[in-house]
């Protein structure tokens, strides 16, 4: 047993860690836990394949995240703008929950213990997709990308940068 303490404070914290039992306050507390990582089942690019206006094409990328973080994670994502081509078309961000094959829409949608959305979601702004109030190792996320488009949405390469971003909780 490790036990902590520092002068004036009151022990106010405890959790268990490979049957090391620790009791936290003031600022040991504050100091232990901290790192994360986050590793990709995919490398830098994320195929939708050829846009049909029948189908919602889809594809899934496996996010997972460790954190020995007392106070847990959040995982965000923020993209550099709209889902567009290099002449400017684009296919906007869906508004209604639910990418449909005929429309012209483009969102996420996530799963896993961890997963805070609900139904498809724009990638407007930074959009937080999971979280976790505890410490995780390998604690996985499946980031599904969606889109659909109408008959009359022009043609060419669609494409967007998004980038992903994991935090330990103060």
Same mark, same amino acid.
Do not use: C, H
């Given at each position: 047993?490790?036990?902590?303490?520092?002068?004036?404070?009151?022990?106010?914290?405890?959790?268990?860690? %490979? *049957?090391?039992?620790?009791?936290? !306050?003031?600022?040991?507390?504050?100091?232990?836990? &901290? =790192?994360? /990582?986050?590793?990709?089942?995919?490398?830098?690019?994320?195929?939708?394949?050829?846009?049909?206006?029948?189908?919602?094409?889809?594809?899934?990328?496996?996010?997972?995240?460790?954190?020995?973080?007392?106070?847990?994670?959040?995982?965000?994502?923020?993209?550099? %703008? *709209?889902?567009?081509?290099?002449? !400017?078309?684009?296919?906007?961000?869906?508004?209604? &929950? =639910?990418? /449909?094959?005929?429309?012209?829409?483009?969102?996420?949608?996530?799963?896993?213990?961890?997963?805070?959305?609900?139904?498809?979601?724009?990638?407007?702004?930074?959009?937080?997709?999971?979280?976790?109030?505890?410490?995780?190792?390998?604690?996985?996320?499946?980031?599904?990308?969606?889109?659909?488009?109408?008959?009359?949405?022009?043609?060419?390469?669609?494409?967007?940068?998004? /980038?992903?971003?994991?935090?330990?909780?103060?």
């Amino acid at each position: 047993y490790d036990v902590f303490g520092s002068g004036g404070e009151t022990a106010v914290a405890s959790s268990t860690r %490979g *049957g090391t039992y620790e009791i936290l !306050g003031g600022f040991q507390a504050a100091e232990v836990g &901290g =790192s994360i /990582t986050l590793s990709m089942d995919k490398s830098n690019e994320i195929g939708l394949r050829q846009i049909s206006s029948t189908a919602v094409n889809t594809t899934d990328l496996v996010l997972t995240v460790t954190t020995d973080s007392n106070s847990g994670y959040i995982l965000s994502i923020i993209s550099d %703008g *709209g889902f567009r081509t290099s002449s !400017g078309n684009t296919i906007g961000p869906v508004s209604d &929950g =639910s990418v /449909t094959a005929g429309q012209e829409e483009y969102g996420i949608s996530t799963s896993g213990n961890d997963a805070l959305l609900t139904g498809d979601n724009g990638i407007v702004g930074t959009v937080n997709i999971a979280s976790s109030a505890g410490a995780v190792t390998s604690q996985t996320t499946t980031v599904t990308f969606k889109v659909a488009r109408k008959s009359t949405t022009p043609s060419g390469d669609y494409q967007q940068t998004v /980038t992903f971003t994991a935090t330990v909780n103060p």
